[in-house]
């Protein structure tokens, strides 16, 4: 069984659509991220979600936001596509015990391409 | 902000050599220190990771190394073979904050 799932693995919409990007765990653990790669493969955090805390990324726009409706998922809305929103996006999951931190598993990636 | 500095960028080392690659960080509250490999069109997939309580740890061919004091952190792999060559990332993590990553080095194992 996939541990960390995102739909859709591809998405092609034309800019200033609104889209989300569904992620799911079924690992049984208490925080959520997720993150965008760019063209040149670098990862940056954009939000990290557990069911007590959201921290957001200061750079990150406000057109993007997290909604998690309940601990096994964090979908990811996003407003206003613009050109520069094309990356692909990852979520992860992790068991994070207080200031223990554990292996963060990745999801497979959404590719999104802003027309 | 957590900062992490990665180098080379691009590591090409001939088969059955070692490679290694380092990084740095800015935060000394950072306490977790994952690396992941990426081949192409994957998602990054853990390989190894330290604690800010531990000076080293290897794992077969792999090993990391952490320094606290000058705040860097590196990754050895010995008698590389072809399936080794993917985009490496090292990372540094503090608390619930997620994961700040290095740019990536793009390791060749060349035949």
């Known amino acids: 069984d996939t541990a960390v799932s995102q739909t859709p693995k591809y998405l092609v919409t034309q800019m200033g659509n609104d889209k989300s990007i569904k992620c799911e765990q079924n690992?049984?653990?208490?925080?959520m991220y997720w993150y965008k790669q760019d063209s040149k493969k670098f990862l940056k955090i954009m939000f990290s979600y557990n069911n007590k805390e959201l921290i957001i990324n200061e750079t990150v726009p406000n057109r993007f936001s997290p909604k998690s409706p309940d601990k096994a998922h964090l979908n990811l809305h996003i407003n206003s596509l613009e050109l520069g929103d094309s990356a692909v996006y990852f979520c992860a999951s992790s068991e994070t015990q207080g200031r223990y931190n554990n292996e963060q598993f990745f999801g497979p990636g959404t590719r999104l391409t802003v027309l | 902000g957590e900062n992490v500095e990665q180098h080379p960028s691009t590591l090409s080392v001939q088969e059955g050599d070692s490679a290694v690659i380092k990084c740095t960080y800015s935060d000394s509250a950072s306490n977790y220190f994952p690396w992941y490999k990426q081949e192409l069109g994957k998602r990054p997939q853990l390989i190894i990771d330290i604690r800010s309580n531990v000076g080293e740890k290897k794992d077969q061919r792999i090993a990391v190394t952490l320094n606290k004091t000058a705040k860097h952190f590196s990754l050895h792999i010995t008698e590389t073979q072809p399936e080794d060559s993917a985009v490496y990332f090292c990372?540094?993590?503090?608390?619930?904050?997620?994961?700040?990553f290095g740019k990536g080095t793009h390791l060749i194992i060349q035949p």
């Open positions: 990372a540094a993590k503090r608390g619930a904050d997620g994961l700040t």
């Open positions: 690992l049984g653990h208490d925080t």
